[in-house]
């Protein structure tokens, strides 16, 4: 029994939520409360953010308020704001699920976290002028002011594809939605939102007055952290998830594969200052990628300890 019981301590400490729990009541008395941290555990690693804030009264309320911050609100009103508030702590999680996946060797997950981070990176960039992440219920009356073609669907003058004008219309009226509508948004057009708002503070070719609300000392700093927020997303690494099952094809890349497609990307980013930071040597198992989103954010960025908090919280329980 106590050998069975070590087992699963050491596949806390390797973070498999999932197998644990599905093991547990076989080795412990009462394992409802092991499954229970196990859930919450499994959800933070698969990233599944519509139910990081569902209530588990075994799991410390000091993990359960920091793994809140990094969720979306399910409604329009919901308090608090979460990830809309701020993306900091949502990056934090980001970073340590894709250190996590690599020493795990999960790289079909891990390239699919790094999308995810390169989907909603300008919003990142833009958190420091909006005063939030995006929030729809908070957008800046200056991003419709008169002139601006933000959300104007079929507007030819306009550089934003259809599907980024779609999602941009929408945006401006979602926080009237219900709920329902609300979830839809968000799983399907904000993060095409995040890149429109970087195409028109960064790569527009035929500029109008949306944003012209951002203070003129601030627009080039966030011109070019945006700039390099889009450029991410086209990076080799990125694009390493259409030869994933979670992209279009069925091979799995080797860590061979994805340093090599990051080494390339840091060059490629290398064009500014900002960018360079994705050379930094900061001890990360891809280095420099916790210094690029920092620069990106214009705010220090490091991997969290959510999921280590959870991983200790698990082990103190089992040697019970």
């Given at each position: 029994m106590e050998?069975?019981r070590d ?5 806390a ?11 547990a009541s ?5 394992a409802d409360?092991?499954e229970?941290v196990?859930?919450?555990?499994q959800r933070l690693l698969?990233?599944?953010a519509?139910d990081?804030a ?6 410390p309320?000091?993990?359960r ?7 979306m ?10 990830a809309?508030?701020?993306?900091r ?9 894709i250190?996590?996946?690599?020493h ?5 997950p891990?390239v699919?976290?790094l999308h995810?981070?390169s989907e909603?990176?300008?919003?990142l960039?833009?958190e420091?002028?909006?005063g939030?992440?995006?929030?729809p ?10 002139g601006?073609r933000f ?6 003058d306009?550089d ?5 004008q779609s999602?941009?219309?929408?945006t401006l ?5 219900p709920?329902e509508?609300?979830?839809?948004y968000?799983?399907?057009q904000h993060?095409?939102v ?6 028109c ?6 500029p109008?007055t949306?944003?012209?609300w ?8 966030l ?8 450029a991410?997303?086209?990076?080799p690494?990125?694009?390493l998830r ?7 094809g069925?091979g799995?890349?080797s ?6 497609a990051?080494e ?5 980013l290398?064009?500014?200052g900002?960018g ?11 280095p ?25 919280h698990?082990?103190r329980?089992?040697?019970?």
């Amino acid at each position: 029994m106590e050998s069975a019981r070590d087992l699963l301590i050491s596949l806390a400490r390797r973070y498999a939520f999932g197998d644990i729990g599905a093991l547990a009541s076989g080795v412990v008395r009462d394992a409802d409360e092991i499954e229970a941290v196990c859930e919450f555990g499994q959800r933070l690693l698969s990233l599944d953010a519509e139910d990081f804030a569902v209530e588990a009264r075994s799991v410390p309320s000091d993990l359960r308020r920091r793994a809140r911050a990094c969720t979306m609100p399910q409604t329009p009103r919901e308090q608090p704001r979460g990830a809309l508030e701020s993306l900091r702590p949502a990056y934090g999680l980001l970073l340590e699920v894709i250190a996590v996946r690599w020493h795990r060797r999960e790289l079909s997950p891990m390239v699919a976290a790094l999308h995810i981070a390169s989907e909603y990176l300008p919003l990142l960039a833009f958190e420091p002028v909006l005063g939030n992440a995006g929030d729809p219920a908070r957008w800046p009356e200056g991003l419709t002011a008169p002139g601006s073609r933000f959300g104007v669907i079929g507007d030819r003058d306009c550089d934003h594809t259809r599907a980024e004008q779609s999602a941009a219309n929408r945006t401006l009226r979602v926080a009237g939605e219900p709920p329902e509508g609300w979830r839809a948004y968000f799983d399907r057009q904000h993060s095409q939102v995040a890149g429109a708002l970087a195409t028109c503070v960064a790569d527009c070719r035929n500029p109008c007055t949306a944003m012209e609300w951002v203070d003129p000392d601030l627009r080039e700093d966030l011109a070019l952290r945006s700039q390099v927020a889009l450029a991410f997303a086209e990076t080799p690494l990125v694009r390493l998830r259409h030869a994933a099952p979670v992209g279009h094809g069925f091979g799995v890349p080797s860590p061979e594969e994805v340093i090599e497609a990051w080494e390339r990307s840091r060059t490629t980013l290398a064009k500014n200052g900002v960018g360079g930071e994705a050379s930094s040597d900061d001890g990360f198992p891809l280095p420099g990628l916790p210094s690029l989103f920092s620069a990106v954010a214009g705010a220090a960025l490091k991997p969290s300890t959510l999921l280590e908090d959870t991983s200790a919280h698990l082990v103190r329980l089992l040697r019970h």
